[in-house]
């Protein structure tokens, strides 16, 4: 049974940083491809970040230069560091694992930036 689980999001100020962890379990890590995504209230999930199996990252712009994705593979676990946290952040931020046709999800956990 494959399992995705995000932990680390809750209540930040503007400017202020939280680091997501997801954890797998059920699927061979390296041979997936990971990713998160993040949905506001009223608004279609939208891309965040992903990393390869090879290591390569890419980024939506409206996040470039403040989050970075890393995957700790002894651990099966992607990370998302967020910095410089602006209000519009705020969403439920999901991790994704996909290899060809196959994707599983997370069930998502709340960021919310705010004063």
């Known amino acids: 049974q494959v399992q995705l689980v995000e932990s680390g999001g809750g209540l930040v100020q503007p400017g202020g940083s939280l680091t997501l962890s997801c954890a797998a379990s059920?699927?061979?890590?390296?041979?997936?491809?990971l990713a998160w995504y993040r949905q506001a209230p009223g608004k279609q999930r939208e891309f965040v970040a992903q990393i390869t199996t090879g290591g390569s990252t890419n980024y939506a712009d409206s996040v470039k230069g403040r989050f970075a994705i890393s995957r700790d593979s002894a651990k099966n676990t992607v990370y998302l560091q967020m910095n410089s946290l602006k209000p519009d952040d705020t969403a439920v931020y999901y991790c994704k694992a996909f290899r060809l046709l196959l994707s599983y999800w997370g069930r998502g956990t709340q960021v919310t930036v705010s004063s």
């Open positions: 059920g699927i061979i890590f390296s041979s997936y491809g």
